[in-house]
Structures are given as C-alpha cells and as structure tokens.
C-alpha cells in the first residue's frame, strides 16, 4: 500500500500563493506518475499537474500554466504544487495521485491508484 498525505492548504486572499504538499510512505515502486487534482463542489475532479518520478516530465492544466509549479524532493518522496497569483476558481479540495509502475502522466484521475486525503484551498476575492 502507499499512503500519501496532502498538507499546505488554506485560506487566502485572490493573488497570494500557497505551496502544498505531498508526502508519500509504504510500497515503493521502480516507476511511477504522480498527479495533483482538484474538485470544487459540484464539479468533477480535474487534473492540475502532474510529474514522472524522474521530474523529467511535467505536465500543467492550461488553466494553472504559469501560474503553479510542481517540484519534488525525491529524498523525503514528496512532491510540491507551488500556487501563485490565485484565483477565485481555484478554489477547491485539492489531492495527491499516484500512478504506479506507469511513468506517463495521466490527466484521467481513474489512471491513478493512490490517493491523499484533500487539502482543502480556498481563495477570497
């Protein structure tokens, strides 16, 4: 099993930043995705970001692009979602997906086995 647990989110005023993150524990594996998605209420969960486990690939919602980062530390297997320049509609609980043995990104939050439990972002106008 893997456990991944989200921390970082919180309340913010529109055009602060937050950085979250995701720290992973349990079965490690010789390759993987891992992916951050949101859900608002009412709404399916989307894809925001996502990286293979070398961080050679990263890939962005267009509604994030330039706006959020993804890093990772592969010492402490966590990975980050640095958030700048928030926005209204970037409010939602947001969570941590794993991938295994796949080292594709996938933006289908059914590819991804793993998941955290949701940090919750709020962003105020």
């Known amino acids: 099993q893997v456990q991944l647990v989200e921390s970082g989110g919180g309340l913010v005023q529109a055009g602060g930043s937050l950085r979250l993150s995701c720290a992973a524990s349990?079965?490690?594996?010789?390759?993987?995705?891992m992916g951050w998605f949101r859900q608002a209420p009412g709404k399916e969960r989307e894809f925001v970001g996502g990286?293979?486990?070398?961080?050679?690939?990263?890939l962005y919602a267009d509604s994030v692009k330039g706006r959020f980062t993804i890093s990772r530390d592969n010492a402490k297997i966590t990975v980050y979602l640095q958030m700048n320049s928030l926005k209204p509609e970037d409010t939602a609980i947001y969570y941590c997906a794993v991938r295994p043995l796949i080292g594709v990104i996938s933006t289908t939050p059914s590819a991804y086995n793993y998941w955290g439990q949701g940090t919750q972002v709020t962003v105020s106008s």
């Open positions: 990286t293979s486990k070398s961080g050679g690939s990263i």
């Open positions: 349990g079965r490690t594996f010789s390759n993987y995705a």
